[in-house]
């Protein structure tokens, strides 16, 4: 399987060089098929979000710059995980020198490391905006910021091993293939634990602390905006109490599309790393079936599923690429809704703060 020996770096060459049975051509023509179709999806779909994006650059808010850079990391595992993969299941041998080898593992990992890292900081500060919203207000807006800078700096340094642990090398008589080599029992069983606690535990375990208090504090201020309703006027709220004026509609929706985000993530990649430690912690693992190739398939759709996500809560969005295919010019004065609508509300923060001074 070829796909299962890309990415979770766990058959080593012993046992290719063990392996003496051809591969399933029907599964292969199933991997095929349906990678074709996640490639052309992926490829379509994050292509044309960031293109009405980078229209839109100067009015940029800071969920769509979020947004952006998760496109980004999302057509990076579409071009350097699913194209190689596709290429490699047509050819069954992957065709090409040791550093394109490296460099073909090293930037499907980066992929991985981007795709997740970025939905973890587009969470912590949409934490910021609804727990902290002075904070977020007085870092303003960039384009390339903090988080963004730290999660493609993770993703990164966090794909080196794949560097050092693939290589091109001889697994049959004049045959060549890109191929892992650990130190048996123990090495497989520690990159691929490692991997999937970096890169989907420690991950999961951020967003849905982030995601708690969010709705914790959404509740409460709520709740107390309620209790208030009747004293807004002959008495200021308190200072906690005013900062529900700061939590807009549009702050709101974009807190429910970073919680969609963020299950799709759980769903698409929870599968993917579940067989991984199967595979490397039981020795009779069905690795050469159909559902352990489909399993591992979803985490694809990932890169599906998060342009798709954005296009349902962005109904502004549609519009944009229609404008965009057919050469139009689209209404720029929606692309700054959000940022008036932060604006207003984190003024009205302010007022009732000086006020009850």
């Not at 965009?324 to 004065?333: A, F, K, Y």
């Amino acid at each position: 399987m070829a796909w299962f020996r890309v990415n979770t770096s766990n058959i080593t060459l012993e046992s290719a060089l063990s392996e003496e049975e051809p591969r399933d051509e029907r599964l292969a023509q199933l991997e095929i098929a349906l990678l074709s179709i996640i490639f052309i999806l992926a490829a379509i779909l994050n292509i044309g979000v960031l293109l009405v994006l980078l229209k839109r650059r100067k009015q940029l808010s800071r969920m769509r710059v979020f947004v952006f850079h998760l496109c980004v990391a999302d057509l990076v595992v579409t071009f350097f995980q699913v194209c190689p993969q596709l290429m490699w299941d047509i050819t069954d041998r992957f065709l090409g020198p040791d550093a394109l080898c490296r460099a073909v593992k090293y930037l499907q990992v980066v992929g991985m490391f981007a795709s997740t890292y970025m939905i973890v900081v587009m969470t912590i500060d949409r934490y910021q905006a609804i727990c902290n919203p002075m904070v977020t207000f007085q870092r303003g807006r960039a384009r390339w910021n903090a988080p963004v800078c730290a999660a493609w700096c993770v993703s990164f340094i966090g794909s080196l091993p794949q560097i050092f642990i693939f290589s091109r090398v001889e697994v049959a008589p004049g045959v060549y293939d890109c191929w892992a080599q650990f130190i048996k029992p123990w090495g497989p069983r520690a990159y691929v634990t490692w991997t999937t606690l970096v890169i989907f535990v420690l991950p999961i375990l951020t967003v849905t602390v982030c995601q708690v208090r969010i709705c914790r504090t959404v509740h409460f201020n709520f709740h107390m905006k309620t209790q208030h309703v009747g004293e807004v006027v002959s008495k200021p709220l308190s200072s906690r109490a005013s900062s529900v004026a700061g939590v807009s509609k549009a702050r709101v929706k974009t807190v429910k599309m970073t919680v969609v985000i963020v299950l799709a993530y759980i769903i698409c990649w929870t599968p993917f790393f579940t067989v991984q430690l199967w595979s490397v912690w039981d020795v009779e693992a069905p690795t050469q079936t159909a559902t352990f190739t489909i399993l591992m398939l979803l985490a694809s759709l990932n890169s599906c599923a998060n342009p798709c996500i954005y296009l349902l809560f962005s109904w502004k969005l549609p519009r944009g690429l229609v404008a965009l295919m057919c050469g139009g010019e689209s209404d720029m004065r929606e692309s700054i809704q959000d940022e008036a609508t932060m604006v207003s509300s984190l003024y009205i923060s302010l007022k009732s703060l000086s006020d009850s001074r």
